[in-house]
Nanobody, 116 residues
Framework: QSQLVESGGGLVQPGGSLRLSCAAS????????MRWYRQALGEERELVAT????????TYADSVKGRFTISRDNAQNTVDLQMNSLTPDDTAVYYC?????????WGRGTQVTVSS
């Protein structure tokens, strides 16, 4: 059974940094594209970053480009999201995602709150 578990969220001041991590299990992690999404209160879920199976391709939402970096470790079955220069607009629940045979799998999410 595919499982994703996010960690690393918390409260941070504007301009600060956080590193999120997602631990994957139950599937062959190295085969799949991994994604980070976020959902702010009252908003739709938004794709933040994508990384290909071998890390050769990474894409970002315009809103985070230059501030966030997605990375993965296929030996450890983890995908991380390094977030720098955080602003209150980055406040959201952040979710890890994998799509396998057309089915989306999600973790429970980790809350990131950017506030002074």
């Amino acid at each position: 059974q595919s499982q994703l578990v996010e960690s690393g969220g918390g409260l941070v001041q504007p301009g600060g940094s956080l590193r999120l991590s997602c631990a994957a299990s139950g599937f062959t992690f190295s085969y799949y594209i991994m994604r980070w999404y976020r959902q702010a209160l009252g908003e739709e879920r938004e794709l933040v970053a994508t990384i290909s199976s071998a890390s050769s391709s990474r894409t970002y939402a315009d809103s985070v480009k230059g501030r966030f970096t997605i990375s993965r470790d296929n030996a450890q079955n983890t995908v991380d999201l390094q977030m720098n220069s955080l602003t209150p607009d980055d406040t959201a629940v952040y979710y890890c995602n994998v799509r396998i045979s057309g089915n989306d799998y999600w973790g429970r999410g980790t809350q990131v709150t950017v506030s002074s």
